[in-house]
């Protein structure tokens, strides 16, 4: 599986736009980008994935340019309750594989 | 919302002792995984178990851990003689479909510390 890299760490304040970028620049065609969120003490909690160009949910937004080689996990106005670790991970589209975690981007939201 | 729990939240046992953590998936979910968390480090995948079988482990998972789905609600890990460097977070996890398709998530549970002295 290709191997991602991210920030490990980023500072916002509230109400602003937290964009989180991960590049993965060995993913290959069968593979789908996946974004973890992880509060201390719990479990990850899926927030968005996409194979290609954009993907919106109510939480968050994910960008793809046409090469894959990178993703970028938007959040829109963040609150205190945003900081967290944000997990970038590429899954294989082929039988029954397992998540691989990186160190993820420690997102801190001051007031 | 459905979760998955698991049970008990904390556990402080001795080095040597057997531990039971305890999972219950989501109910229509048909695949089944542990990870654990080293305090300060990163998600590791243990195993994962589908039709009341392993499908794969990691070398983490080695003769002294064992999975169960004894009565179809429950799925347990088993640690046989605990040493200290088990001491972790256990995340127990279930999807509803295998994880190499499109359609997203893996659902984890809250956690099982396990504190080994």
């Known amino acids: 599986l290709a191997k991602t890299t991210q920030p490990i760490s980023m500072d916002s304040y509230e109400g602003q736009e937290v964009n989180i970028t991960c590049s993965h620049n060995n993913i290959a065609t069968n593979d789908y980008i996946t974004w973890y969120q992880q509060f201390p003490s719990q479990g990850p909690r899926f927030i968005i994935q996409g194979y290609k160009t954009k993907v919106t949910n109510e939480v968050a937004s994910l960008f793809i340019p046409a090469d894959r080689k990178s993703s970028t996990l938007s959040l829109p106005r963040v609150s205190l309750s945003d900081t967290a670790v944000y997990y970038c991970l590429v899954e294989r589209n082929t039988g029954f594989q397992k998540l691989v975690f990186g160190t993820g981007t420690r997102l801190l939201v001051s007031p | ?117």
């Open chain 2, 1 to 117: 919302e459905p979760e998955v729990t698991q049970t008990p939240s904390h556990q402080v046992t001795q080095m040597g002792q057997e531990v039971i953590l305890r999972c219950v998936p989501i109910s229509n979910h048909l695949y089944f995984y542990w990870y654990r968390q080293i305090l300060g480090q990163k998600v590791e995948f243990l195993v994962s178990f589908y039709n009341n079988e392993i499908s794969e482990k990691s070398e983490i998972f080695d003769d002294q851990f064992s999975v169960e789905r004894p009565d179809g609600s429950n799925f347990t890990l088993k640690i046989r003689s605990t040493k200290l460097e088990d001491s972790a977070m256990y995340f127990c996890a279930s999807s509803e479909v295998p994880r190499g398709t499109n359609t997203g998530e893996l659902f984890f549970g809250e956690g099982s510390r396990l504190t080994v002295l």
